[in-house]
């Protein structure tokens, strides 16, 4: 899993299976969170969002689950490929400080053929 | 439609030197942001902006110096460079403040030797 002040964790599974990366977040305040992946020497790449108002938000191959009650995100990824070996990023923003991104330090995954 | 725009991809500075980063992005995006990242960490924020004329403090300003004078263009300017700067540099936009994430570009890697 992720948390602030933590060395970066990792993450190893086999190709197609399911990926579970998650995200502690600090803010209670914090209303939209959003999932990026970074690719080696690319920019962090939009992957889901979701409002504070849902508990869970699916996309193709990824579905997000959000626990308010202990400030829990986790981003699981579908039938895991090649492909999705990279650092994942979850970020929270709290609409009152001018909709600034807060990012977590990210979670490697590694996809074994 | 080029999205985010970042240059130079990489630099070599000297301490003491002095350099611009520059940002363009063609989205007509309002808000634009610029992030740092260092090894195995999440970005921190260092400025942003949420229109042409108008810049904020991030978390991590000190060192760092920018500008907004048009929509497209957020240059984020080192004076006297420092070891500590050596890090990747990422700019970002965004539509509608922030929600459905930002546009990142593909950073510059900046070392200070």
């Known amino acids: 899993g992720e948390s602030v002040g933590l060395h970066l964790p990792t993450l190893s599974v086999q190709e197609g299976d399911n990926s579970i990366i998650n995200c502690a977040y600090s803010n209670s305040a914090s209303d939209y969170f959003i999932w990026y992946k970074q690719e080696s020497g690319k920019g962090p790449q939009f992957i889901i969002d979701?409002?504070?108002?849902?508990d869970k938000r699916q996309g193709q191959r990824v579905t997000v689950l959000l626990n308010k009650t202990v400030k829990h995100l986790s981003l699981q990824i579908a039938a895991t490929q090649p492909g999705d070996s990279a650092v994942y990023f979850c970020a929270e923003m709290n609409g009152g400080s001018n909709y600034k991104l807060t990012f977590g330090k990210g979670t490697l995954l590694t996809v074994n053929p | 439609n080029a999205g985010v725009t970042q240059t130079p991809k990489f630099r070599i500075l000297k301490i003491g030197q002095s350099m611009t980063l520059q940002c363009t992005q063609d989205?007509?995006?309002?808000?634009m942001y610029w992030y740092r990242q260092d090894p195995g960490m999440g970005l921190k924020l260092i400025y942003y902006?949420?229109?042409?004329?108008?810049?904020d403090k991030g978390e991590v300003p000190n060192g760092y110096n920018v500008s907004r004078s048009t929509t497209e263009d957020f240059p984020l300017r080192l004076e006297l460079a420092a070891p500590s700067q050596t890090s990747v540099y990422f700019c970002a936009s965004s539509y509608n403040q922030g929600i459905y994430g930002y546009t990142f570009g593909s950073g510059t890697r900046l070392t200070v030797v």
């Open positions: 979701i409002r504070s108002n849902m």
């Open positions: 989205m007509n995006h309002n808000y």
């Open positions: 902006s949420v229109g042409a004329g108008i810049t």
